[in-house]
């Protein structure tokens, strides 16, 4: 069993990417979960933790991690995820405890704690994950892998050429990727791939309480996502929790990822050294290819799972 920490600010994907790894006990055990300043502000994604957590039932701790990036202001995507960070859904409104920890100190603690080494799955800026490597260097030691949503190499979305989460915060990016650390880039090349068709979005409707939510979120999210061009719905940060439950499903090659910093038009952009003779360690490895299909059914048998223990 690999145990994790997610890092998340939830985002409608970050919410499906919560469900799917806690349908997953065997493969996945939770110890954790904080948010950063993203989507959304800190306070609004830290509600959506809460009502996502609460919903399900589950007993994972929660933690309010960083407000915003480590140099510039928080920039927000209502325009992609809505004015609460996660528009769609109506939840009930009750309090899910969050700890009183800052949300760096909390992922400290908790690699600390854990008997074995621990993979951080990063849904948002980078903030919080570079934070924890510049001031608690024994947690480093401890940390397995980070599988992160962020990035592309072949284009952006947030502008042409960076995307949206390490756009937000490309200095902490930066740290992230180039601490030595083996990482796993979900980044546009490969979520764009991890589509869910309309009518399979439909397929979920009134199925049971896990799936009519992921209904009513994906219902939104796909409605939001025509003003950019899709017809389907990319699932970005599910990628990075799907990767840890069936790699075989996708394709990656490894490089040395820097992110630029400047202040310019390439402010944000992930690049690669994929050379055979790259100087520097290939520490990452960028995901290429998903089966969409396969994708998709991890999901909805992950809804499914979700759905049998809510009934109970």
């Avoid at 050379?275 to 994708?295: G, H, S, W």
């Amino acid at each position: 069993m690999r145990q994790i920490l997610i890092d998340c600010d939830p985002g409608h994907d970050d919410a499906l990417a919560i469900m799917t790894a806690l349908a997953h006990p065997k493969e996945l055990e939770l110890l954790g979960v904080t948010t950063i300043g993203g989507n959304q502000t800190l306070q609004k994604v830290t509600r959506n933790a809460q009502n996502i957590l609460q919903f399900l039932n589950a007993t994972v701790p929660l933690a309010a991690g960083q407000a915003g990036p480590l140099v510039k202001p928080l920039r927000t995507a209502p325009e992609a995820h809505g004015d609460s960070g996660m528009d769609g859904p109506y939840f009930s409104g009750e309090t899910y405890p969050v700890s009183s920890q800052s949300g760096v100190a909390f992922l400290a603690q908790k690699i600390a704690a854990a008997p074995d080494q621990v993979t951080l799955v990063a849904l948002g800026p980078l903030t919080n994950i570079a934070l924890l490597i510049k001031n608690y260097p024994a947690a480093v030691e401890k940390i397995a892998a980070i599988s992160l949503m962020g990035g592309g190499i072949h284009h952006g979305n947030q502008t042409p050429l960076a995307e949206f989460n390490i756009f937000v915060d490309p200095e902490a990016a930066e740290i992230v990727f180039q601490s030595g650390l083996p990482i796993i880039m979900a980044g546009l090349d490969v979520t764009e791939q991890a589509a869910i068709t309309v009518e399979e979005i439909q397929t979920l409707n009134g199925r049971g309480p896990a799936s009519q939510l992921a209904y009513e979120l994906l219902s939104f999210y796909n409605q939001s996502g025509r003003q950019f061009g899709f017809i389907d719905s990319p699932i970005h940060d599910l990628c990075a929790v799907a990767y840890l439950l069936a790699p075989e499903i996708f394709t990656g090659v490894t490089a040395d990822i820097h992110v630029i910093t400047d202040e310019t038009a390439a402010r944000g952009l992930t690049y690669g050294d994929f050379r055979l003779t790259a100087p520097e360690p290939k520490n990452t490895v960028v995901l290429q290819t998903v089966q969409r299909e396969k994708f998709v059914r991890l999901l909805k048998t992950a809804l499914t799972r979700l759905d049998e223990q809510l009934a109970k």
